[in-house]
């Protein structure tokens, strides 16, 4: 990575490999390198904003570039990097590296030091760490009260237990 600005560098240095995130957000375990990463955590994750909305099929999204993404890769079908391996196809050529990390050469750097579980990113050993270690579960049915430690549990249980169907909000 290259970097125009002394400034940008020395963020990059301070939040990547110093692991400097002075931000802590109020409303869960969160924290981030600068103020702006904040609030647009808190406007997605806790607010429920998504300003970027597809003028194709109506999908929001919280960033920009995530929109860019969805827009080229389903609605224009390019997916211009493919493995060699197998005939997985990606849009960003980060997601092929990951993909040829993970699938063919088996790497999960990111260990768990309480029970040696390992994962591939950093994300999922955060919420291991959370879900099983802590017993945390932020996501709350509004009809039952059961709580989940991922989303994708909570969509789940409100499909097959509550039948519903129309879960965007989410």
Known sequence: TSFSEKGKLNR??????????PFKCSKCDASFSEIGSLNKHVASVHEGKKPFKCIICDTSFTLKGNLKVHMVS????????QCNTCDAKFTQKSSL???????????????????????????????????????KKPFKCDTCDA???LKSHLKNHLTSVHKEKHLDKL
């Open 12 to 21: 990059h240095i301070a939040s990547v490999h110093e692991e400097k995130k």
């Open 74 to 81: 389903i609605h224009e079908d390019k997916k211009p990097f």
């Open 97 to 135: 590296k990951k993909h040829m990390e993970n699938v063919h050469e088996g790497k999960k750097p990111f260990q768990c030091n309480i029970c040696d579980f390992s994962f591939t990113d950093k994300g999922k050993l955060v919420r291991h760490l959370a879900s099983v270690h802590e017993g």
């Open 147 to 149: 709580r989940f430690a």
